[in-house]
């Protein structure tokens, strides 16, 4: 009876060790997704043509990345959120993707704080906008998002080659030393 106890317990261990190894793995291939999402979409800007639809937008997402947003505000992990949305999101929708990515909050009702919060978005900084209870980001949000990841979060959003296409060299001054 032992036996069958602790072979079921390595069992368990590995199965759990493997289950680990692969959430892991899919988070990291979420975030070469993401990367890969934001450099078709600046190439599609950069060419003077709009994008696509679903250009730079992958086709389907995994299981979320749980510690996602454990680290930013509530307006970031929104502004984050939306900018690689595939469609417009409800608030409800916004604050349990939030929450499955690891946003913290005290507040009372998660739902009503993110209802407030993108209002701020909207009125004072126009950086979403709401049609049909359906919130989306503005240029000005994608703006800012791309600023913040680009100089606040770029720890969690590093700069790098995608599909041969090089990152683009830090300035240089004119002695030719790294700035």
Known sequence: MEDAKSHFDWVL?????????LARKIAEFQRELRELDSTIVGLWRLSG???PLQAGRSIQRTLPDSQRFASV???WGILLLLYEAEEPMS???IAAALQAGGIRSNAKDFNNNVSSVLSTM???RSEVDVADGKWQITETGRSAT???KATKL??????????GVPTPAAPQPKGGEAL
């Open 13 to 21: 261990r590995t199965a759990e060790t493997q289950r680990e190894e």
């Open 49 to 51: 043509q709009s994008p």
């Open 91 to 93: 608030a409800p929708d």
């Open 122 to 124: 909207k009125g004072e």
């Open 73 to 75: 505000s509530v307006r």
């Open 146 to 148: 791309e600023y913040i």
């Open 154 to 163: 770029k720890k969690l959003y590093p700069r790098k080659s995608a599909a």
